[in-house]
């Protein structure tokens, strides 16, 4: 509807009182169409909509605990061009924000002008008095402080003066209004108690209600229910009455009944459920429900068949002065229509739905609540989707039922909206009304607010105004009035879309909706360009217009995009934006990413070279290449887009057009390997530059051979054979398309194992295998802005090589096994042969050879004839079949024959004798006898001892390590370094190091073995390793011996340690004083020694008095904290029973037991038995689980059976037993249980701190104190007579500090 609010004609404002008729739609939506003329009363209530864009809601909403509405619409701030905000006329910056959410201006606000004339013509003329009261169904009517009833028809026109200024003074002002839902009957309620009803067809009193409710009290509501014989009254002294009009041979008379009295709790609100009248066979019409809200809590109740009440919910606690407010609208809900109620008292909005189930069952189901931040005086339903609320600053808020958001907030201050605070204070019957309704009534506006069909009427001192929902293109049309023109796009978008707020004015099918709103928004970019043209700055600094148009075009392009229509973008905007150089320049920069992201993938032969001259002219060629790889260039010339990208160094690009435009794969390889090859021909350094190109070239070769698209996508499927094929042919040519005399055999392949010889192995062994790594993240390869650096080409290839390789895909292929084997062929005649590759080249050779081998159902050959005039070369080759290093479990790559592995020993013991005993650790395929006579010959001691261990002879493996020992102890006494035969050693190991080494190797020789061993056997191996470390002391003599010898009896010491374990301690003393070198002299030289012994029992001993008093202290600490929190004190979070909502101080009806969870939730004993969660126990008297804790855990599928005792439980339940009025209501708290998770937890702990899984180092304790035999001094079962002996055991503190004299 065109034209602002200000100069619209009185019948233009008042057509948008019109009530649409509820369509037969899917979610049964109440809306206002979009119209072009004024329509008239007639037209409006009885003609059928014919509009040209039928408002059909899209889909049906799903109410659940989430959400009440599905479909939904976003709008933002009135502060539009119509309420005049100059904040928002301010230019933002124009970037593209999709994902903001933009609403516009959703309602509109008109005043009632021929209304508000009306009402101020009334007082002043015929003293009718200010308005109190409106009310509008297919008329409006407004009550006055002088008891006049004003109707008017839909054009404004006064229809009917109801009533007189003398039954005014007689009963006060209209203090309530209603109309019936035919629109013939009226009820008034006025200030001094009394009810008319009027016939609105001829202005007739047809009743006057003086006996309907006590005398002395005003009537604050008075509402027709859907039974036009039924009414309800609400008075100041907060009881409500059922009227009941009856007509008994021609006599109207009124039957009155008291629905709630106020002495029980004061009503101040009521509103009953109306039904439109294709709602009228709804299940729940047939009850009547009505709503009451009192100071405390709200009720639902039944009026038919018989009065029932169907839910009361208290408020908890809310500020006083807060007004109660109710509201009813019928929803969709899982593609059924049912009665929603929304009601608050505060700032919180609850929602109650009603539904009748197949069985005939009533629900009252509580959802979601809305918490807002303000003080809320008026709640309306302005559709299913969208309530509009006045809070104590008279603003209007509306907010999006489903997600909760505040779509706008508009101040209605101006309104001076008309309160009804001297109805609920009874000023016109003596003021006699409790304080707290008087103290609700100063922020009351019932009768001055309220809504219909989508529409909301504001009664103020001297107007009355209108709100109503805008249609889509006037919330499109108010953002553009501000040249707003980004905002207005994202909020079309969000209309084409269907995910907009508060929609009204489009089509339900989705196609015709993106259609209609698709056209609306071409025309707002052809303003949108049009504006940034013509108010381009012409003067001034390049950089503010080049930043007026990058703050425009992307939004131009994103939502060409968006709504694919690349034709407009490049024939019509483009051609505009041409004429303007720097927008043209913008434009072309900013299409790079758009390309980049293959969102656009089409542009046209024009555009494309002016794209490609602008960049190239302005040197970013970078943006060339990442354009060219990323477009069809079918429409370019060919020849002049490569030989730019060859000046350029665009190598990438080239290699695309090569591919893409012409179906060649060779060229591009010839045209790099011609720059990278005669540097490397020639031995020379490669430049940067070069090295680049040579990366490039091996990615590019993988990717063609792996069925790949160089630098992104795949080779068409015709093509990919053929592809391989030609580059296998290309890469085995014997020479080059330009060969010299001088040129050697292959000098492709040689050129690349000269480039990098480790990546061209990789290439062809990452072609030739399944990467199951890369097949489980198959991806879309992205291409990297840098070129990739030598030695990162591999992790290039595996990020490029996703799909099914070359020599797999081929393994049926014969042509493919040709290829493979004539490579192999070629790599051995080239690399073998010759002098010229460094041995690390053919080593990396070797480990590719191997990996191929190793594959399941090989074909390779190798010819044995290359190795057998170099034994370094087997060795080589050996050790790179047999490597281990691969795989997640070590294993050869090859499983070869036993020969062959002794073969690789005696190799190992002549090349490389430290990496023998690794090898032999992991080989298990050679033969034991010939490997010990191998490492014997060798003199590889260390390696024999292995070996002997390994075949069970630990005596043998001993004395071979005690003869090794024995040696390198006389190196040190005779102070000489004797080199061994046969055995290399580091040179940078001291004599002692070596000592120190093998005694470790020994003493964990001694340790494996002892644990089969009997007493006898292990002072076998024990006291002949103790001997030879003391018997070379006895040589050491002079101070300079000083230093090793302290180093050979730490040496000893740690001997004695080991062997404490498993020698007893009097045989060790024994043996040591035997000695030559202790036995003889004073104690003092032996006093060491024992020292040492007694310091590690005294360090141990410490150790287990520290642990002990850890395990004490944590003992403790569990027990107090387990018996504090059984002990403690429970406090219930609210007043009232969580099941049936009733306080358990109001029911004194019989002795009722009331049960405290831990978790706050508060329950009558009897409540919970009906729900079923109480069960008995052995040895209980009940035990329980809290209702409302276990049902959110199992709608959240958590833990639900008795074990899982998670927060349904509490730790200890109280049972409030409250008696009768003999006891004066006091409360017996009865005896506090343990439940049977509880219990079972205290079991668990008990035994967690009883028994040898955590106190088995005190049952130690006491056992080494009883028996002086026991632990470390009693050898009898070493290994078990001692948990230090146990290899479980790891406790580790720091040592006893040491004592300072």
């Given at each position: 509807?065109?034209?602002?609010?200000?100069?619209?004609?009185?019948?233009?404002?008042?057509?948008?009182?019109?009530?649409?008729?509820?369509?037969?739609?899917?979610?049964?939506?109440?809306?206002?169409?979009?119209?072009?003329?004024?329509?008239?009363?007639?037209?409006?209530?009885?003609?059928?909509?014919?509009?040209?864009?039928?408002?059909?809601?899209?889909?049906?909403?799903?109410?659940?605990?989430?959400?009440?509405?599905?479909?939904?619409?976003?709008?933002?701030?009135?502060?539009?061009?119509?309420?005049?905000?100059?904040?928002?006329?301010?230019?933002?910056?124009?970037?593209?924000?999709?994902?903001?959410?933009?609403?516009?201006?959703?309602?509109?606000?008109?005043?009632?002008?021929?209304?508000?004339?009306?009402?101020?013509?009334?007082?002043?003329?015929?003293?009718?008095?200010?308005?109190?009261?409106?009310?509008?169904?297919?008329?409006?009517?407004?009550?006055?402080?002088?008891?006049?009833?004003?109707v008017f028809d839909l054009n404004q026109a006064l229809r009917l003066c109801l009533g007189s200024t003398a039954t005014g003074a007689e009963y006060g002002a209209v203090s309530a209004l209603s109309i019936n839902h035919d629109c013939t009957r009226l009820l008034c309620g006025f200030a001094k108690g009394h009810i008319t009803m009027w016939d609105l067809a001829n202005g007739k009193l047809l009743r006057t209600i003086t006996d309907a409710h006590p005398p002395g009290t005003a009537i604050l509501h008075v509402k027709f229910t859907d039974d036009p014989t039924l009414a309800v009254c609400n008075d100041s002294g907060g009881s409500v009455f059922e009227l009941a009009f009856r007509r008994v041979m021609g006599m109207r008379t009124c039957e009155s009944r008291c629905l709630f009295s106020g002495s029980k709790g004061e009503v101040c609100n009521v509103e009953p459920l109306l039904t439109a009248p294709d709602l009228?066979?709804?299940?729940?019409?047939?009850?009547?429900?009505?709503?009451?809200?009192?100071?405390?809590?709200?009720?639902?109740?039944?009026?038919?068949?018989?009065?029932?009440?169907?839910?009361?919910?208290?408020?908890?606690?809310?500020?006083?002065?807060?007004?109660?407010?109710?509201?009813?609208?019928?929803?969709?809900?899982?593609?059924?229509?049912?009665?929603?109620?929304?009601?608050?008292?505060?700032?919180?909005?609850?929602?109650?739905?009603?539904?009748?189930?197949?069985?005939?069952?009533?629900?009252?189901?509580?959802?979601?609540?809305?918490?807002?931040?303000?003080?809320?005086?008026?709640?309306?339903?302005?559709?299913?989707?969208?309530?509009?609320?006045?809070?104590?600053?008279?603003?209007?808020?509306?907010?999006?039922?489903?997600?909760?958001?505040?779509?706008?907030?508009?101040?209605?201050?101006?309104?001076?909206?008309?309160?009804?605070?001297?109805h609920f204070k009874s000023l016109a019957t003596g003021g006699n009304v409790s304080q707290a309704l008087a103290l609700v009534g100063e922020k009351a506006c019932y009768q001055s607010v309220c809504s219909y069909a989508g529409q909301m009427v504001l009664l103020g001192t001297k107007s009355a105004h209108i709100m109503t929902l805008r249609n889509w293109r006037e919330r499109v049309d108010c953002l553009l009035k501000q040249e707003r023109f980004v905002e207005a796009l994202s909020l079309a978008w969000s209309f084409h879309e269907g995910t907009a707020k508060a929609i009204l004015g489009l089509f339900g099918d989705p196609a015709k909706r993106k259609g209609v709103v698709a056209d609306k928004m071409v025309e707002i970019l052809f303003q949108y360009v049009e504006r940034s043209v013509k108010k381009c700055p012409e003067h001034g600094k390049i950089q503010v217009m080049e930043q007026h148009f990058q703050d425009?075009?992307?939004?131009?392009?994103?939502?060409?995009?968006?709504?694919?229509?690349?034709?407009?973008?490049?024939?019509?905007?483009?051609?505009?934006?041409?004429?303007?150089?720097?927008?043209?320049?913008?434009?072309?920069?900013?299409?790079?990413?758009?390309?980049?992201?293959?969102?656009?993938?089409?542009?046209?032969?024009?555009?494309?070279?002016?794209?490609?001259?602008?960049?190239?002219?302005?040197?970013?060629?970078?943006?060339?290449?990442?354009?060219?790889?990323?477009?069809?260039?079918?429409?370019?010339?060919?020849?002049?887009?490569?030989?730019?990208?060859?000046?350029?160094?665009?190598?990438?690009?080239?290699?695309?057009?090569?591919?893409?435009?012409?179906?060649?794969?060779?060229?591009?390889?010839?045209?790099?390997?011609?720059?990278?090859?005669?540097?490397?021909?020639?031995?020379?350094?490669?430049?940067?530059?070069?090295?680049?190109?040579?990366?490039?070239?091996?990615?590019?070769?993988?990717?063609?051979?792996?069925?790949?698209?160089?630098?992104?996508?795949?080779?068409?499927?015709?093509?990919?054979?053929?592809?391989?094929?030609?580059?296998?042919?290309?890469?085995?040519?014997?020479?080059?398309?330009?060969?010299?005399?001088?040129?050697?055999?292959?000098?492709?392949?040689?050129?690349?194992?000269?480039?990098?010889?480790?990546?061209?192995?990789?290439?062809?062994?990452?072609?030739?295998?399944?990467?199951?790594?890369?097949?489980?993240?198959?991806?879309?390869?992205?291409?990297?802005?840098?070129p990739p650096t030598q030695g990162e080409v591999s992790t290039s290839l595996q990020t490029q090589l996703v799909s099914q390789h070359t020599f797999e895909d081929f393994k049926n292929d014969k042509q493919a096994l040709e290829y493979q084997q004539r490579i192999v062929d070629i790599l051995l005649k080239v690399m073998v042969e010759n002098s010229e590759f460094t041995p690390s080249q053919v080593g990396c050779l070797f480990t590719f050879l191997a990996r191929q081998l190793a594959k399941p159902d090989n074909t390779l050959f190798v010819n044995r004839k290359l190795f057998d005039q170099d034994d370094l070369l087997v060795f080589q080759f050996l050790r790179c079949v047999l490597d281990q290093r691969e795989g997640p479990n070590p294993q050869a790559l090859l499983r070869l024959s036993p020969d062959l592995h002794e073969l690789h020993i005696g190799l190992l013991c002549r090349f490389s004798p430290r990496q023998?005993?690794?090898?032999?650790?992991?080989?298990?395929?050679?033969?034991?006898?010939?490997?010990?006579?191998?490492?014997?010959?060798?003199?590889?001691?260390?390696?024999?001892?292995?070996?002997?261990?390994?075949?069970?002879?630990?005596?043998?493996?001993?004395?071979?390590?005690?003869?090794?020992?024995?040696?390198?102890?006389?190196?040190?006494?005779?102070?000489?370094?004797?080199?061994?035969?046969?055995?290399?050693?580091?040179?940078?190991?001291?004599?002692?190091?070596?000592?120190?080494?093998?005694?470790?190797?020994?003493?964990?020789?001694?340790?494996?073995?002892?644990?089969?061993?009997?007493?006898?056997?292990?002072?076998?191996?024990?006291?002949?390793?103790?001997?030879?470390?003391?018997?070379?002391?006895?040589?050491?003599?002079?101070?300079?011996?000083?230093?090793?010898?302290?180093?050979?009896?730490?040496?000893?010491?740690?001997?004695?340690?080991?062997?404490?374990?498993?020698?007893?301690?009097?045989?060790?003393?024994?043996?040591?004083?035997?000695?030559?070198?202790?036995?003889?002299?004073?104690?003092?030289?032996?006093?060491?020694?024992?020292?040492?012994?007694?310091?590690?029992?005294?360090?141990?001993?410490?150790?287990?008095?520290?642990?002990?008093?850890?395990?004490?202290?944590?003992?403790?600490?569990?027990?107090?904290?387990?018996?504090?929190?059984?002990?403690?004190?429970?406090?219930?979070?609210?007043?009232?029973?969580?099941?049936?909502?009733?306080?358990?101080?109001?029911?004194?009806?019989?002795?009722?037991?009331?049960?405290?969870?831990?978790?706050?939730?508060?329950?009558?004993?009897?409540?919970?038995?009906?729900?079923?969660?109480?069960?008995?126990?052995?040895?209980?008297?009940?035990?329980?689980?809290?209702?409302?804790?276990?049902?959110?855990?199992?709608?959240?599928?958590?833990?639900?059976?008795?074990?899982?005792?998670?927060?349904?439980?509490?730790?200890?339940?109280?049972?409030?037993?409250?008696?009768?009025?003999?006891?004066?209501?006091?409360?017996?708290?009865?005896?506090?249980?343990?439940?049977?998770?509880?219990?079972?937890?205290?079991?668990?702990?008990?035994?967690?701190?009883?028994?040898?899984?955590?106190?088995?180092?005190?049952?130690?304790?006491?056992?080494?104190?009883?028996?002086?035999?026991?632990?470390?001094?009693?050898?009898?079962?070493?290994?078990?007579?001692?948990?230090?002996?146990?290899?479980?055991?790891?406790?580790?503190?720091?040592?006893?500090?040491?004592?300072?004299?």
């Amino acid at each position: 509807m065109s034209g602002s609010p200000d100069t619209r004609s009185l019948v233009s404002a008042s057509s948008q009182l019109n009530l649409m008729e509820i369509d037969t739609i899917d979610d049964k939506e109440f809306d206002i169409p979009q119209v072009d003329t004024p329509p008239t009363l007639e037209s409006i209530l009885n003609e059928p909509e014919n509009e040209e864009e039928p408002f059909i809601l899209e889909d049906t909403c799903l109410l659940n605990t989430e959400n009440i509405d599905a479909h939904s619409c976003e709008t933002s701030s009135l502060a539009s061009s119509d309420s005049g905000d100059p904040t928002h006329l301010k230019r933002k910056r124009k970037t593209v924000e999709l994902s903001t959410t933009v609403h516009g201006s959703v309602l509109r606000h008109s005043i009632l002008k021929g209304i508000s004339a009306q009402i101020v013509s009334a007082a002043d003329k015929v003293d009718a008095g200010l308005p109190t009261a409106v009310t509008v169904s297919g008329v409006i009517v407004v009550g006055t402080s002088h008891g006049l009833a004003l109707v008017f028809d839909l054009n404004q026109a006064l229809r009917l003066c109801l009533g007189s200024t003398a039954t005014g003074a007689e009963y006060g002002a209209v203090s309530a209004l209603s109309i019936n839902h035919d629109c013939t009957r009226l009820l008034c309620g006025f200030a001094k108690g009394h009810i008319t009803m009027w016939d609105l067809a001829n202005g007739k009193l047809l009743r006057t209600i003086t006996d309907a409710h006590p005398p002395g009290t005003a009537i604050l509501h008075v509402k027709f229910t859907d039974d036009p014989t039924l009414a309800v009254c609400n008075d100041s002294g907060g009881s409500v009455f059922e009227l009941a009009f009856r007509r008994v041979m021609g006599m109207r008379t009124c039957e009155s009944r008291c629905l709630f009295s106020g002495s029980k709790g004061e009503v101040c609100n009521v509103e009953p459920l109306l039904t439109a009248p294709d709602l009228k066979d709804h299940p729940i019409t047939q009850y009547s429900l009505l709503a009451m809200a009192s100071l405390t809590k709200i009720l639902v109740i039944g009026l038919k068949p018989s009065l029932k009440v169907w839910m009361t919910f208290p408020y908890g606690k809310t500020d006083p002065t807060s007004v109660p407010q109710l509201a009813w609208q019928f929803v969709p809900v899982q593609k059924v229509v049912n009665p929603v109620l929304a009601f608050c008292r505060g700032d919180t909005i609850h929602f109650l739905l009603v539904k009748k189930d197949e069985t005939g069952t009533i629900h009252v189901i509580k959802q979601r609540q809305l918490q807002l931040n303000c003080d809320i005086i008026s709640l309306n339903w302005i559709n299913s989707r969208t309530l509009v609320v006045m809070d104590s600053g008279e603003k209007l808020r509306v907010v999006d039922r489903p997600s909760q958001e505040e779509l706008e907030n508009l101040d209605v201050a101006e309104v001076q909206l008309v309160y009804n605070s001297s109805h609920f204070k009874s000023l016109a019957t003596g003021g006699n009304v409790s304080q707290a309704l008087a103290l609700v009534g100063e922020k009351a506006c019932y009768q001055s607010v309220c809504s219909y069909a989508g529409q909301m009427v504001l009664l103020g001192t001297k107007s009355a105004h209108i709100m109503t929902l805008r249609n889509w293109r006037e919330r499109v049309d108010c953002l553009l009035k501000q040249e707003r023109f980004v905002e207005a796009l994202s909020l079309a978008w969000s209309f084409h879309e269907g995910t907009a707020k508060a929609i009204l004015g489009l089509f339900g099918d989705p196609a015709k909706r993106k259609g209609v709103v698709a056209d609306k928004m071409v025309e707002i970019l052809f303003q949108y360009v049009e504006r940034s043209v013509k108010k381009c700055p012409e003067h001034g600094k390049i950089q503010v217009m080049e930043q007026h148009f990058q703050d425009m075009v992307p939004v131009m392009v994103d939502y060409c995009l968006l709504l694919q229509r690349t034709d407009l973008l490049f024939n019509q905007l483009y051609t505009r934006l041409v004429e303007n150089c720097v927008a043209r320049g913008i434009f072309l920069e900013s299409l790079e990413p758009y390309i980049v992201s293959e969102r656009l993938g089409c542009v046209t032969a024009p555009v494309m070279r002016d794209l490609l001259t602008h960049l190239q002219d302005n040197n970013m060629m970078d943006s060339v290449e990442n354009c060219l790889i990323h477009l069809d260039i079918t429409s370019l010339d060919i020849q002049q887009v490569v030989q730019m990208c060859w000046d350029n160094q665009l190598y990438d690009a080239m290699i695309y057009v090569f591919n893409r435009g012409m179906n060649d794969y060779i060229n591009p390889m010839e045209k790099l390997f011609q720059v990278i090859a005669p540097p490397l021909r020639e031995g020379k350094a490669l430049t940067d530059e070069q090295v680049v190109m040579g990366n490039k070239l091996l990615v590019y070769i993988s990717c063609s051979l792996a069925g790949r698209a160089y630098p992104l996508g795949d080779i068409p499927e015709d093509l990919v054979s053929q592809v391989k094929n030609q580059v296998f042919e290309f890469l085995i040519r014997l020479h080059s398309a330009e060969a010299g005399q001088e040129e050697e055999l292959y000098p492709y392949i040689r050129t690349l194992v000269h480039f990098d010889t480790p990546e061209f192995l990789n290439v062809l062994a990452l072609v030739s295998q399944v990467w199951e790594t890369l097949q489980k993240t198959t991806t879309t390869p992205q291409r990297t802005t840098t070129p990739p650096t030598q030695g990162e080409v591999s992790t290039s290839l595996q990020t490029q090589l996703v799909s099914q390789h070359t020599f797999e895909d081929f393994k049926n292929d014969k042509q493919a096994l040709e290829y493979q084997q004539r490579i192999v062929d070629i790599l051995l005649k080239v690399m073998v042969e010759n002098s010229e590759f460094t041995p690390s080249q053919v080593g990396c050779l070797f480990t590719f050879l191997a990996r191929q081998l190793a594959k399941p159902d090989n074909t390779l050959f190798v010819n044995r004839k290359l190795f057998d005039q170099d034994d370094l070369l087997v060795f080589q080759f050996l050790r790179c079949v047999l490597d281990q290093r691969e795989g997640p479990n070590p294993q050869a790559l090859l499983r070869l024959s036993p020969d062959l592995h002794e073969l690789h020993i005696g190799l190992l013991c002549r090349f490389s004798p430290r990496q023998l005993t690794d090898f032999l650790k992991a080989s298990q395929d050679y033969r034991l006898e010939e490997a010990i006579q191998i490492t014997e010959q060798y003199q590889l001691h260390e390696a024999t001892a292995y070996l002997l261990e390994k075949k069970g002879d630990s005596n043998g493996a001993f004395q071979v390590l005690l003869k090794t020992l024995k040696d390198k102890l006389s190196a040190v006494t005779s102070e000489k370094r004797s080199e061994e035969e046969g055995e290399t050693e580091r040179e940078e190991e001291s004599p002692l190091q070596r000592v120190e080494g093998s005694l470790g190797d020994i003493i964990a020789l001694c340790h494996r073995s002892s644990q089969s061993l009997n007493q006898e056997q292990r002072g076998v191996l024990w006291f002949p390793l103790l001997e030879a470390m003391m018997s070379p002391q006895k040589l050491l003599k002079g101070p300079d011996t000083r230093t090793t010898s302290e180093v050979l009896k730490e040496l000893t010491m740690k001997v004695l340690n080991s062997m404490s374990s498993f020698i007893p301690l009097p045989a060790i003393i024994q043996r040591i004083l035997q000695d030559p070198v202790y036995g003889k002299g004073k104690l003092a030289e032996i006093q060491g020694l024992i020292l040492g012994m007694l310091e590690t029992f005294n360090y141990e001993q410490t150790l287990l008095e520290t642990t002990t008093s850890l395990l004490n202290h944590d003992l403790h600490w569990s027990l107090s904290h387990l018996r504090a929190a059984v002990s403690r004190g429970l406090h219930p979070r609210q007043d009232h029973c969580n099941i049936c909502l009733q306080q358990y101080k109001r029911r004194q009806d019989s002795p009722d037991e009331i049960i405290i969870f831990s978790c706050g939730h508060l329950y009558h004993c009897q409540c919970l038995q009906r729900k079923g969660s109480g069960h008995a126990e052995p040895r209980l008297l009940q035990v329980w689980s809290c209702y409302k804790c276990l049902s959110s855990q199992r709608g959240r599928g958590g833990v639900t059976t008795e074990t899982g005792r998670g927060r349904t439980t509490s730790l200890a339940q109280t049972k409030v037993t409250s008696r009768e009025a003999g006891e004066e209501g006091r409360k017996v708290f009865a005896e506090t249980t343990l439940d049977p998770q509880q219990s079972q937890s205290w079991d668990q702990l008990r035994c967690l701190y009883r028994g040898p899984s955590r106190l088995a180092i005190l049952s130690e304790i006491s056992h080494c104190h009883g028996n002086e035999k026991a632990g470390l001094l009693n050898p009898s079962q070493p290994g078990r007579g001692s948990i230090f002996h146990s290899e479980n055991f790891q406790l580790k503190l720091s040592p006893p500090p040491s004592v300072e004299e």
